[in-house]
């Protein structure tokens, strides 16, 4: 289904009743046609962190919770956000036998719109831990040159050392917009890197140049990982995204070329 015909950027109202047909599911193969011969673009995860959850117990209490959505990066379909919030909405007035039935009926939910196995893990309101980002910043770092949308030509290894890394970089300089509302989405963007050593400063301006890029979160990463694995060359790759919250959701997209390389799910402070 194409994103334009989707609620994203309209005015609605908002469901009191159950309504699991407003998830509005988008393809992925579009946008992945020019990395189709890079396998690792379906490998990985998209967590989603649903911060506006409830619904109503068996005597018809209110529940809450923070959510963790889990979706393969191999699912057909991502799941656009508003209609995402619009069916945890819908269920604020449904009444479930317990915890575990509600999973069940979300799971289900959007499991059928991914067509992919889909999961929920649920967090008392207190319990999601902040966490605080692991490796080499580099927002300090002075780039040669910078440009404001993604210009892969950026990317260059550092010629003083002819040598294997590994490391783990880190930015909180990722800025894209909306490519349907032109609302700017902010993130924390991580790449870990085992190969020839990268020249940092060349990665930094990489990571500003998608200043002004209008792009989905999942389709930002897999343009990220692709550009560093076709212009670099790496041995490895992960590149994880975590994004800011909007609409009570944040979208955290991560892409490997070797599944041992997957994080564990994080919070930042920012979200």
Same mark, same amino acid.
């Given at each position: 289904?194409?994103?334009?015909?989707?609620?994203?950027?309209?005015?609605?109202? %908002?469901?009191?009743?159950?309504?699991?047909? !407003? =998830? %509005?599911?988008?393809?992925?193969?579009?946008? +992945?046609?020019?990395?189709?011969?890079?396998?690792?673009?379906?490998?990985?995860?998209?967590?989603?962190?649903?911060?506006?959850?409830?619904?109503?117990?068996?005597?018809?209490?209110?529940?809450?919770?923070?959510?963790?959505?889990? =979706?393969?990066?191999?699912?057909?379909?991502? @799941?656009?956000?508003?209609?995402?919030?619009?069916?945890?909405?819908?269920?604020?007035?449904?009444?479930?036998?317990?915890?575990?039935?509600?999973?069940?009926?979300?799971?289900? &939910?959007?499991?059928?719109?991914?067509?992919?196995?889909?999961?929920?893990?649920?967090?008392?309101?207190?319990?999601?831990?902040?966490?605080?980002?692991?490796? @080499?910043?580099? &927002?300090?770092? @002075?780039?040669?040159?910078?440009?404001?949308?993604?210009?892969?030509?950026?990317?260059?290894?550092?010629?003083?050392?002819?040598?294997?890394?590994?490391?783990?970089?880190?930015?909180?300089?990722?800025?894209?917009?909306?490519?349907?509302?032109?609302?700017? &989405?902010?993130?924390?963007?991580?790449? +870990?890197?085992?190969?020839?050593?990268?020249? %940092?400063?060349?990665?930094?301006?990489?990571?500003?140049?998608? +200043?002004?890029?209008?792009? /989905?979160?999942?389709?930002?990463?897999?343009?990220?990982?692709? &550009? !560093?694995?076709?212009?670099?060359?790496?041995?490895?790759?992960?590149? %994880?995204?975590?994004?800011?919250?909007?609409?009570?959701?944040?979208?955290?997209?991560?892409?490997?070329?070797? /599944?041992?390389?997957?994080?564990?799910? @994080?919070? =930042?402070? +920012?979200?």
């Amino acid at each position: 289904m194409s994103v334009e015909h989707s609620l994203l950027g309209k005015d609605t109202n %908002y469901p009191t009743e159950y309504q699991p047909e !407003i =998830l %509005y599911p988008i393809s992925r193969a579009p946008a +992945r046609e020019k990395y189709a011969h890079i396998e690792a673009i379906q490998q990985g995860t998209d967590w989603w962190h649903i911060f506006e959850i409830s619904w109503l117990n068996a005597a018809g209490v209110p529940q809450v919770a923070i959510g963790r959505m889990t =979706l393969p990066a191999s699912s057909p379909n991502l @799941i656009e956000s508003k209609s995402l919030k619009l069916y945890f909405n819908s269920l604020n007035f449904a009444k479930f036998e317990s915890k575990a039935a509600f999973i069940a009926t979300v799971e289900q &939910d959007l499991s059928k719109a991914a067509e992919a196995d889909v999961k929920l893990d649920l967090f008392h309101i207190d319990e999601l831990d902040i966490a605080k980002p692991e490796g @080499i910043c580099l &927002d300090e770092l @002075i780039p040669e040159r910078l440009e404001n949308h993604p210009d892969a030509t950026l990317l260059a290894l550092d010629n003083k050392i002819d040598e294997n890394v590994e490391v783990q970089l880190y930015s909180h300089l990722l800025r894209s917009n909306c490519p349907v509302t032109g609302q700017p &989405d902010w993130g924390t963007v991580f790449i +870990r890197y085992q190969g020839k050593k990268p020249c %940092y400063k060349s990665i930094l301006a990489y990571i500003i140049s998608y +200043r002004q890029h209008n792009g /989905f979160h999942e389709q930002c990463v897999e343009q990220i990982f692709a &550009d !560093i694995w076709q212009n670099l060359k790496p041995e490895k790759l992960m590149v %994880y995204a975590t994004y800011t919250r909007r609409g009570g959701l944040d979208i955290n997209p991560c892409r490997v070329s070797d /599944f041992t390389w997957m994080p564990r799910p @994080i919070r =930042l402070a +920012r979200q």
